[in-house]
C-alpha cells in the first residue's frame, strides 16, 4: 500500500524557513514522479515543486529560487526546504505520487499525503 506522510509544518515569519519531509512507504522514490503541492485558504490547489524519475526538479514561478526539492532514498523520504517564506506561502502542503507524469498539475497525482500546515506571519 502506497503512504505519504508529510511532517515539518508550522509557524514563521515572514523571511524564514522550514524544511517539509514527506516519508514514503509501499513504494520506492525513484520509480516515480514526486510532488510538492500545496492549497491556501480559499484557493484552488496548486503544485509548487516536482522532482522526475532522473532528477530533474521543475518549480513554479512563485517559489523559484526560493523553495528546493530532494530525496534521500536511502531513507525514501522528500523534502522541500522552504527559504524566505512569505505570507502568501501560507497553505496546507501536500507531497504526491505520480505514476506516469511528471508536472505540477494536481491531477497528475494518483496518490497524496493528508498534508502539513504551513503558517508564515507578517
Known amino acids: 500500500e502506497v503512504q505519504l506522510v508529510e511532517s515539518g509544518g508550522g509557524l514563521v515569519q515572514a523571511g524564514g524557513s522550514l524544511r517539509l519531509s514527506c516519508a514514503a512507504s509501499g513504494f520506492t522514490l525513484d520509480a516515480y514522479s514526486i510532488g510538492w503541492l500545496r492549497q491556501a485558504p480559499g484557493a484552488e490547489r496548486e503544485g509548487v515543486a516536482c522532482?522526475?524519475?532522473?532528477?530533474?526538479?521543475f518549480y513554479s514561478k512563485y517559489v523559484e529560487g526560493r523553495f528546493t526539492i530532494s530525496t534521500d532514498n536511502a531513507k525514501n523520504t522528500v523534502y522541500l526546504l522552504m527559504n524566505n517564506l512569505q505570507p502568501d506561502d501560507t497553505a496546507v502542503y501536500y507531497c504526491?505520487?505520480?505514476?506516469?507524469?511528471?508536472?505540477?498539475?494536481?491531477?497528475?497525482?494518483?496518490?497524496w499525503g493528508q498534508g502539513t500546515r504551513v503558517t508564515v506571519s507578517s
Open positions: 522532482l522526475s524519475r532522473d532528477g530533474s526538479t
Open positions: 504526491a505520487l505520480s505514476e506516469k507524469y511528471y508536472g505540477l498539475g494536481p491531477d497528475l497525482y494518483d496518490y
